[in-house]
């Protein structure tokens, strides 16, 4: 009986990314991942990411990127961002229908979820 080393293989593999337990929460997760979605349509690179919020490695855009690690963008280089890809903040934090709210829910929304995010 012959093994298929590359079907075990991916299967390892696909085992052990849904085992990996992330070290961000999952809002932190959606928003670094619209960041990242952001940057790749329109052609930006991790390095021109370090450039716009003054990272001193690109590295830690990578590891702000990868679910492994606990880094994170902060508040100001998440604003900063925005305004760069011309994207509302609030569309960063709140789901569509959370922005089709009256305005004080919103702003009731957005603030709940920046002092979540912040965890």
């Not at 508040?75 to 709210?101: D, R, V």
């Amino acid at each position: 009986m012959r093994v298929n080393f590359k079907v075990h293989y991916y299967i390892f593999v696909r085992f052990n990314i849904q085992k990996m337990k992330s070290e961000k929460s999952e809002i932190q997760l959606n928003i670094i991942n619209k960041i990242k979605e952001l940057r790749q349509a329109d052609n930006i690179s991790q390095a021109k990411i370090c450039d716009i919020i003054d990272l001193n490695s690109v590295g830690q855009v990578g590891n702000i990127e990868s679910p492994k690690y606990k880094h994170k963008y902060t508040l100001q280089q998440l604003f900063t961002l925005s305004c760069y890809f011309n994207y509302p903040i609030e569309n960063l934090f709140l789901s569509e229908s959370e922005l089709n709210n009256p305005v004080s829910d919103v702003i009731n929304s957005l603030i709940l979820k920046l002092i979540e995010y912040e965890k």
